[in-house]
Nanobody
Framework: QVQLAESGGGLVQAGDSLRLSCAAS????????MGWYRQVSGKQRELVAY???????GYGDFARGRFTISREDGWRTLSLQMNNLKPEDTAVYYC?????????WGQGTQVTVSS
């Protein structure tokens, strides 16, 4: 089964940028979509951004205009460029893959934005 590994999280100040990456362990076939969710402790996961097999993208309202999702090397690497970060962006960011009726998750990467 494909495994996903996120990287790029860290501690930044408000207004800074971060680039998250998600590496897939193998080539992906019959992909439906890949994307990012985030979760604050005690709250539900919320959609950050996705890109589907037609290369259409979508964003959560809070991400639109600040975050950009992209893919490289086919679907082996998924990136999330986050600009003008705010303290409320602090969360664990999870990469996901929707394929063959399943959803596969990465282990998550912590993003902390200080004011």
């Amino acid at each position: 089964q494909v495994q996903l590994a996120e990287s790029g999280g860290g501690l930044v100040q408000a207004g800074d940028s971060l680039r998250l990456s998600c590496a897939a362990s193998q080539n992906i076939f019959s992909l439906i979509a890949m994307g990012w969710y985030r979760q604050v402790s005690g709250k539900q996961r919320e959609l950050v951004a996705y890109i589907n097999s037609g290369d259409n993208t979508g964003y959560g309202d809070f991400a639109r205009g600040r975050f950009t999702i992209s893919r490289e090397d086919g679907w082996r690497t998924l990136s999330l460029q986050m600009n003008n970060l705010k303290p409320e962006d602090t969360a664990v960011y999870y990469c996901y893959l929707s394929v063959g009726g399943r959803v596969i998750w990465g282990q998550g990467t912590q993003v902390t934005v200080s004011s």
